[in-house]
C-alpha cells in the first residue's frame, strides 16, 4: 500500500515508471554491471542508450503536459433518474500538436465513478471537446473541481499526472410526480369558495369580460363568437376572456428541521415537490417553506431549495402564521399547532402505523405509509377528517 501511495506521489509530482521502464531500467542496470565486469564496449553502447532511453521517456511526459488547458461548460440540472450531460475542453495553446493524453473527470462519490476519456492527437492550437453522460440517483447539489491530464508520451516508459482545478456545480433536482387530483390540497381555501369567481364561471356564461378579439380558430365555442367585429372584419372574430383566478394562498412547509429516516425523507421532498407543482396547476398562490430556507416561490427555485434540502437543519426561519399551511412532517407533536383551515401530511415509519392517533391536532391530514405507492397515497382522500378528529 505504502509502494502505491508512493508511486501515485511521484506521478502527480513528477514522473513514475510503467512496467516497461522498470523492466528497462533494470536492464539497463544489468548490462551496465556485465561492461564493467567485462570491459565489453558494445555492452556500454547498449547500456548508455538504455538509460538515454529513459530519460528521454522521464522528460518528455513532463514537457506534453505543459500548456494544456481544460476548460468545463455549465451543467444543466435534471431530475433524479435522468442522466447529466457534462461538457469539457481541452485546449492545445501549443505550436506542436499534443498525443496520447488521458484526461479524467474526478466526480464525487455520491454521483458515481470518475470519468475518463483517451486523446489520440490534439492539433497545435486547437482543441478537444468530449462529453459524456452520468447517470443519477438522487437529488442534491454536487460540487468538485478537480480535473487530472496523464499521459505516458512517446514511448510508455514514464507516467505524468497534473491536476487542474476546474469547478463544477451539478444540481439534480427530487423527481416530480403527475398527480390527476390531490384531495388534501383541493380543500385548502374552501372555506372561502363562495367569495372566489374561477375563469371556469366566465367560460361557461354568455357574457363575461373581454380582453381581446381574435380570429376563430377551429374548436372555439360558437357562443364566443362576436358578430359585430365579425361582420365588419369579414371573418368570425372570438372574444378571448379574461381569466381571474380565486387566489387562494398556500404554504407547503416541509419540517426539514425535524429527525428523519433517510428513505422517508426523500419521499417527503419528492411528496414536497409534486404537491408544490398540482397547486401551481390548480392556480393557488403557492410558496414553500423550509426550516433553512424560508418561504420560496417559483418552480426554479423550489426545485433547487428541495435539491439541496438536509433533514434536521438548523431551525432559521419560523413556520408562518395564519396562512393556510400543508405541513409535512415525521414528528406527530408538530400538527398540535395548526390551525383549521391547514392540513398535514404525516409520514409514518413502519413502526409507528398501530400507534399513530392525532388526537390533538384541530386539522384534517393524510397518513403516507413507507414502502407503498406514494402517488397513489396522495391523490387519497384525507385519512383523518375534522369530523373524525373531533370525536376522537
Given at each position: 500500500?505504502?509502494s502505491?501511495?508512493f508511486?501515485?506521489?511521484l ?19 544489468c ?7 567485462s570491459?565489453a ?11 538515454a ?32 450531460t ?22 464525487p ?10 486523446i ?33 508520451t ?12 476546474v ?5 439534480v ?24 369567481y ?11 369580460m ?21 361582420a ?41 415537490a ?37 433533514m ?15 405541513l ?27 400507534l ?8 384534517a ?18 385519512n ?9
Open positions: 500500500m505504502k502505491l501511495n508511486a501515485d506521489w506521478e502527480r509530482r513528477w514522473v513514475t515508471p510503467s512496467y516497461a521502464g522498470w523492466l528497462l531500467l533494470v536492464l539497463a542496470i548490462l551496465f554491471g556485465a561492461a564493467t565486469n570491459m564496449g558494445w555492452l556500454y553502447v547498449i547500456s548508455g542508450i538504455s538509460f532511453l529513459l530519460i528521454i521517456a522521464a522528460i518528455l511526459p513532463r514537457r506534453s503536459i505543459r500548456q494544456l488547458e481544460l476548460e468545463r461548460f455549465p451543467i444543466q440540472p435534471v431530475s433524479a433518474g435522468e442522466d447529466l457534462i461538457t469539457l475542453r481541452l485546449h492545445n495553446n501549443h505550436k506542436q500538436p499534443k498525443s496520447l493524453l488521458q484526461v479524467w473527470d474526478l466526480l462519490s455520491e454521483l458515481g465513478r470518475p470519468q475518463g476519456k483517451a489520440e492527437l490534439v492539433p497545435p492550437k486547437d482543441f478537444y471537446q468530449w462529453s459524456y453522460f452520468q447517470p443519477t440517483q438522487k437529488r442534491g447539489v454536487y460540487h468538485w473541481q478537480d480535473l487530472q491530464l496523464r499521459t505516458g512517446p514511448l510508455g516508459l514514464f507516467w505524468c499526472r497534473r491536476s487542474q482545478s469547478p463544477a456545480k451539478a444540481i433536482y427530487p423527481q416530480v410526480l403527475k398527480l390527476q387530483q390531490c384531495p388534501l390540497v383541493d380543500a385548502i381555501g374552501a372555506e372561502d369558495q363562495d367569495r372566489i374561477s375563469d371556469r364561471h366566465y367560460q361557461a356564461a354568455t357574457e363575461g373581454t380582453k381581446t378579439l381574435r380570429a376563430y380558430r377551429f374548436g372555439d365555442p360558437t357562443r364566443l363568437i362576436h358578430w359585430r367585429s365579425s365588419r372584419f369579414d371573418q368570425f372574430m372570438v372574444r378571448e376572456l379574461e381569466v381571474v383566478t380565486g387566489g387562494q394562498e398556500l404554504v407547503i412547509c416541509l419540517d426539514s428541521g425535524a429527525l428523519w429516516q433517510a428513505e422517508i425523507f426523500e419521499q417527503a421532498v419528492i411528496a414536497a409534486s404537491l408544490y407543482f398540482y397547486a401551481v396547476r390548480a392556480q393557488l398562490n403557492v410558496r414553500l417553506w423550509t426550516a433553512g430556507a424560508g418561504l420560496i416561490s417559483g418552480g426554479r427555485s423550489v426545485l433547487e431549495a428541495l435539491a439541496a434540502v438536509q434536521n437543519e438548523a431551525v432559521q426561519h419560523e413556520l408562518p402564521q395564519k396562512i393556510p399551511l400543508l409535512l412532517t415525521s414528528r406527530a407533536e408538530s400538527m398540535t399547532a395548526l390551525a383549521s383551515h391547514s392540513r398535514w401530511l404525516y409520514f409514518a415509519s413502519p413502526d409507528e402505523l398501530s399513530f392517533a392525532p388526537r390533538s391536532a384541530l386539522c391530514g393524510l397518513m403516507v405509509e413507507h414502502g407503498k405507492d406514494l402517488s397513489q397515497q396522495l391523490q387519497r382522500p384525507p383523518f377528517s375534522q369530523g373524525s378528529l373531533a370525536k376522537a
